[in-house]
């Protein structure tokens, strides 16, 4: 499951998120639940919440419904170089 994920998120996400200087990865899948954490122009950035809900979590539900939601752990208090 995590090798088709890196897939759809190296071709529809990553290039996405570069454009502002960030970048994602995947955590862990768990019972169905997704987590990535955002770092560079993410990390602090006050659109990733709706970047992740909005965009990413919708894209990877039509992909794979089988995943139910994706959780970010990243810890955004920490974020220097947010894109604003």
């Known amino acids: 499951m995590i090798t088709q994920l890196e897939k ?10 570069a454009q502002h200087g960030g970048n994602v990865e995947i955590v862990d899948v768990d019972n169905d639940i997704l987590y ?8 602090g950035c006050s659109s990733s919440k709706a970047t992740l ?13 089988e995943i139910k939601e994706v959780i970010d752990v990243t810890d955004h208090e920490k974020g220097t170089n947010a894109y604003m």
Request: charged share 20%.
């Open 8 to 17: 759809l998120f190296n071709d529809q996400i990553r290039p996405a998120l």
């Open 36 to 43: 990535v954490r955002f770092f560079g122009g993410c990390q």
């Open 53 to 65: 809900k909005g965009g990413i979590e919708q894209l990877i539900k039509q992909n794979y419904p």
